[in-house]
């Protein structure tokens, strides 16, 4: 444990700048939204408010090239080639629930059968500084899923803002030689116990500060896995979708994918991986036209199925909610997670 | 080198013989270039592949060869981008093989059982595999019927298998057309009117069910109401799929994925799903 003067922060980032592309949450001056892109040392903001997109992109772009291939019809010759993409990324200022969602897809691509090599690619050269959040914000509940507001593990090194300066707990070997390098000063255990009072301190702020953003998850998941949910529910759930497909674009644990393959004129062809939604009618549809999941409660169903189902969970070793409240956010209709947990809470009575 | 299972880059396959079976359906025949991979390949009855056809895309297929002493080819119907694009290739061209993937159909499960089998248009396809590798050990099972039923004459899939079949001793094969022609002399009727023609055994008896939704509905009914549990009701599902490991997630079905959990369900299972077939 280190002791980092609020102004050094920035040493940090400017110091994995230098060896990685950093990543990290920045205001737009435009938008008036905190984004999480490619960043500078200068322009990152540690104590920007939780940015509407997760970092999911970094490690699953919403369009990516996997493959690549030429045949030529005439010798009868195919060359085929992966596209692996391994360059080294730090993210910066990563708050618990986002790190969690990084967590639960790297126990769906990674932890089971078969290894997603593409995936693993993009993990393998990553350094993740997090952020405790000392005070939540609106549409917050990560206390609800247990994500939050202070990471556990998953960290190469964790950041908390203690007021004058910033606590910073190592989580890695790779961690430890980073910071090392800059001589801070150590922490006392002092300043630990400090960090936990900020962190229960947080944890009793939501109910003043995340006032709508509830979501009783445990209340919930038996029913959702073992399907006791009345039609009605699903349809009244389903009739506010307007089949955006927003909620799985901004969803940090969200990973459902398209593949399709595209020529260029030199004869190319690039297997594409593209971000998908189950919300979109054409997600199961096959080919010939015939679709198992048409009417849109189907689809609906399936999306709370993933997030709080006990089957979905052995995937991810937890809830793949993480309580981020973006999907609240983002919404046209109504059915924002904390929602659709409140309008199946309703229909339990015992 | 033991087992091959292709997951990550397709390996490339030339089309050696190409078979008309139908109207907008054709039988690939393929060997792989990697003679390795070649004598290597071994597949469950039940599982499917992903093909590439070069600059079109992918699709899943499921395989219509016996696990053993068949030759490795793929039947194909004509239905979208990427098979219209297949239907266009020529001997000697090159396609992409992932796979095999999926769990198969039973085969050590049901051995000494009584096996139905009933198909209707192109599922007989997936069936196939199953039915010929019954068929190299027929002594280790008890009766085998097939039952199977298309639109019309001209929408039998693999006619020079069925004429084979039906001289098998032992085999029995009842075959029906929607509507019938001037030369068909066989029943005429959809498929569930075969139920009534045939003694159907109900004791000790599994039955394997593929077909589109209308007649997998039909079919299970007769089933189920001359008793046959559902447990010993078997079919194979068909899902839109992009990866075929379990990534992708567009074949999700209630809790399980049918390219990894299936494509091979009891109807016991399938009714849990919650979902269409």
Known sequence: MYLIKRDDIKKIAHALEEKYTLYGPYLDEVYGQCFFDIVNGDTVNVNAP???????????????????YKYDKKAKKADIAMLFDDAPRALFGLRSCDLTGLQCIDRFFLGQEFVDEVYRHHRSRMFIVSNTCVVPFKQCFCVCTDSGPAANEGYDINLTDLGDSYLAEVGSEKGKAFIEAFHFPAATDEHAKLKQKLVEKSITMFEDIAVESKAWVSRVMNRVTTGFIKE????????????????????????????????????????????????????????????????????????????????????????????????AWVCPGDIGLPNVVTYIRREIHE | MSEQKIVTVPEIATIEEIKDEIVDVKTFYLRFDNKEIDGNFKIKSGQFI????????????????????????????????????????????????????????????????????????????????????????????????????????????????????????????????????????????????????????VENTVAFVCGPPVMFNAVIKELMQRGIKDDMIISTLERHMKCGVGKCQHCAIGRTLVCTDGPVYTYRQIKTLGEQI
């Open chain 1, 50 to 68: 939780i940015p509407t997109n997760p970092p999911k992109q970094v490690v699953f772009p919403h369009l990516e090239k996997i493959m690549q």
């Open chain 1, 232 to 327: 009605e529910i699903w349809e009244y759930i389903g009739n506010q979708c307007l089949e955006c497909g927003a909620c799985s674009y901004v969803c940090p644990t969200c990973t459902c994918f398209n593949i399709n393959d595209a020529s260029t004129v030199e004869g190319n062809t690039y297997r594409l991986r593209t971000w998908d939604s189950c919300s979109y009618e054409g997600y199961s549809r096959m080919a010939g036209g015939h679709n198992p999941r048409k009417p849109i409660e189907d689809r609906r169903n399936k999306r709370f199925f993933c997030k709080l189902s006990y089957s979905q969970s052995k995937k991810y070793l937890r809830p793949g909610c993480v309580g981020c409240g973006r999907c």
């Open chain 2, 50 to 201: 992903m093909c590439t056809v070069f600059g079109a895309g992918e699709f899943a297929v499921s395989l219509p060869p016996s696990p053993e002493n068949d030759r490795f080819h793929i039947t194909v119907r004509k239905i979208g981008k990427v098979t219209d694009a297949l239907h266009d290739l020529e001997v000697g061209d090159k396609v992409g093989v992932r796979g095999p993937f999926g769990n198969g159909f039973p085969f050590e499960e049901i051995k000494g059982k009584n096996v139905i089998y009933v198909a209707g248009g192109i599922g007989l396809i997936p069936l196939r595999s199953s039915i010929v590798h019954v068929l190299q050990h027929r002594n280790e099972f008890g009766r085998i019927l097939l039952l199977y039923g298309s639109r019309s004459p001209q929408d039998l899939m693999y006619q020079y298998m069925l004429e084979q079949w039906q001289k098998i001793e032992g085999f029995e094969t009842f075959i029906t057309v929607d509507n019938g022609t001037p030369e068909w002399k066989g029943n005429v009727g959809i498929i569930t009117t075969l139920f009534n023609k045939v003694e159907i055994p």
